[in-house]
């Protein structure tokens, strides 16, 4: 059975929790085996897509103090958000992932199995 999420300490669970929920069930993230994170793999044409996406989430992490953990391949990016301190989901993961979403129209993303891949065209 799928892990249910789990919020750090001080948050507002009652809010948080359908907000969690829907990421989940309509915006496509996946929660982490022990509920305090979430994680989407966003696909994009090209490289250069994938890496200019990685810098607006990049940038507005750093506005925002609040940093996910991200791997870059030729034609996608996964982006894993967290709290560490206190641990858990928490209001930023939310509110970052949507960003993720936003940013993620903007340039462009595709169908996964659309996105660049390595090697020789079929
Ligand atoms: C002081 C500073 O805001 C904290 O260390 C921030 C930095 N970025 C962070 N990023 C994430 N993902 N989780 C944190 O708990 C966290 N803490």
């Known amino acids: 059975m799928p892990a249910a999420p789990r919020f750090a300490e001080g948050e507002d669970a009652v809010h948080l929790g ?8 309509q915006q496509g ?10 994680t989407k793999t966003f696909h994009f044409k090209t490289y250069f897509k ?13 506005t925002k103090k609040h940093h996910p953990t991200m791997t870059v391949r ?13 641990r858990g989901l928490t209001i930023k993961d939310v509110t970052l992932a949507r960003h993720c979403d936003q940013g993620a129209v903007l340039m462009g993303a595709v169908e996964s199995g659309e996105g660049a891949k390595c090697g020789p065209k079929p």
């Not at 359908?18 to 069930?25: A, E």
């Not at 993230?29 to 305090?36: I, P, R, S």
């Not at 994938?50 to 750093?62: G, K, M, Y």
């Not at 030729?74 to 982006?79: A, K, L, P, Q």
């Open 18 to 25: 359908p907000d969690v929920q829907s990421l989940l069930q």
């Open 29 to 38: 993230w996946a929660l982490d085996a022990d509920g305090m994170g979430i």
């Open 50 to 62: 994938a890496v200019s996406f990685l810098n607006l989430i990049a940038s507005e992490s750093a």
């Open 74 to 86: 030729i034609g996608s990016v996964d982006v894993h958000w967290t709290t560490h301190r206190p």
